[in-house]
C-alpha cells in the first residue's frame, strides 16, 4: 500500500496565505480551556493505493487519532466535509477514560479498481483546537483511496545463483504495480515469499519504460543491519526467511544482501535484460559465503 505522507510546510503556507486583511474580520470564538483537543496524527497517509490483494483481505483504512486532555471516557464526533460514494465513515470514535489515542476506520467493500476515491473530515467543533497548529497533527483529514493491479512486465525470467552450483534454478515472473513505482519478484528464490522493490533512479517515469532500471530498494520483508551495510530477507515476524534451496538437501538459514550502489541491480527496460544482487548465504551446516542472485529473460519473455 503506498503511503505518501503530509507535508507540514505547504499547510503552514497553505495557512499562512489563508488569512485575511479584511479590517472587518471577526476571530471565531476562543477554545475552551476544558477542549480535549483531539487530532488526526501527523504519521497518518494522505493518499492510499491499494492492492487486489488488501482490498480482498481488508477493504478499509485506519486514521490514527489522539488527544491532550484524557481524563474522561468521550464520544467524538466525525464530521464529514465531503465522500465520494462508495467510502463508509463512522459519525464518532469512541475514546475510553484515560485512552489517549483511537481509531478512525472508514470501509470501502464496493469501490472499484482505477478510480480514485476522494474524502475530507473532520473532528467535531466542541472537541478541536481549530486555531492549534502543532506536528503532532491538525483537526483535519483529507485523503483519498485509489484500488489498483499488478501486472507481469517479465515472464518466466530465470533466475539462480552464479557460484552455488547446486542451486537448483528456477522461472518467475517479475510484475509491477500499476501507477507506482513499485515491483515484486515473485516466489523469490523459491522461498514462496515475493520480494517487493522500488526503483532506484532519478530518470524513472512511469509512462517510459525506457528508464525503468536502476537500483533494487526492498520495500518489505527487509532488515537492515545497524550501519545500513546489509539487509537481510524476514518474513512477516522479522524472523529470518529458511528455506530448502539446493539439490543435495542442506538448507539455507539466512539470506542477506550488500546495500550499498552498484551491487544490487536490474534493467527492465531491455528486451533482453538481466540483473543481479550481491549475497550473503547463511547455511544450516554452519557454511557462510558470497555469491550473486542473477536473472535475465530474453524478448519473448516480455510482457508488451
Known amino acids: 500500500m503506498k503511503k505518501l505522507y503530509f507535508t507540514w510546510l505547504l499547510i503552514v503556507g497553505a495557512l499562512i496565505a489563508g488569512c485575511s486583511d479584511d479590517d472587518n474580520y471577526t476571530p471565531g470564538d476562543p477554545t475552551p480551556a476544558d477542549c480535549m483537543n483531539v487530532y488526526f496524527l501527523s504519521t497518518n ?9 488488501e482490498m480482498a483481505t481488508n477493504p478499509s483504512i485506519t ?38 489515542n483511537a481509531d478512525l476506520v472508514i470501509d ?21 483546537d481549530h486555531y492549534a497548529l502543532s506536528l503532532k497533527g491538525c483537526d483535519r483529514m483529507t485523503g483519498s483511496v ?5 501486472e507481469t512486465v517479465i515472464k518466466d525470467a530465470y533466475f539462480y545463483l552464479y557460484y552455488e552450483s547446486d542451486f537448483t534454478g ?15 519478484f515473485v516466489n523469490f528464490l523459491n522461498t514462496g515469499r515475493d520480494l517487493l522493490f522500488s ?13 525503468w532500471s536502476g537500483e533494487i530498494i526492498p520495500l518489505a520483508n527487509a532488515q537492515y543491519e545497524d550501519d545500513d551495510s546489509m539487509w537481510y530477507l524476514v518474513d512477516d515476524t522479522d524472523e ?40 550473503y548465504l547463511f547455511y544450516a551446516d554452519g557454511t557462510e559465503l558470497w555469491d550473486y542472485v542473477m536473472y535475465y529473460w530474453t524478448d519473448e519473455n516480455v510482457v508488451k
Open 146 to 150: 485509489f484500488v489498483t493491479e499488478w
Open 108 to 128: 470501502f467493500p464496493t469501490i472499484e479498481k482505477f478510480k480514485t476515491y476522494k474524502f475530507s473530515v473532520r473532528v467535531g467543533d466542541d472537541y478541536a
Open 63 to 100: 486514521l490514527h487519532m489522539s488527544r491532550e486532555l484524557t481524563t474522561e471516557a468521550a464520544t467524538v464526533p466525525i464530521v464529514v466535509e465531503y465522500k465520494d460514494d462508495g467510502l463508509q465513515v463512522p459519525s464518532s470514535v469512541q475514546f475510553a477514560a484515560g485512552q489517549q
Open 170 to 184: 528456477y522461472k518467475a515472473h517479475i510484475e509491477h504495480l500499476k501507477g507506482v513505482n513499485k515491483f515484486r
Open 199 to 211: 526503483l532506484y533512479n532519478a530518470e524513472f517515469t512511469l509512462d517510459d519504460r525506457s528508464t
Open 240 to 279: 529470518f526467511v529458511t528455506w530448502n534451496a539446493t539439490q543435495h538437501g542442506v538448507d539455507l538459514d539466512g539470506m542477506g544482501f550488500w546495500n550499498e550502489v552498484g551491487y544490487n541491480k536490474i534493467d527492465l527496460s531491455k528486451s533482453q535484460g538481466n540483473g543481479y544482487m550481491r549475497a
Open 45 to 53: 497517509a494522505s493518499n492510499y493505493m491499494l492492492t487486489p490483494e
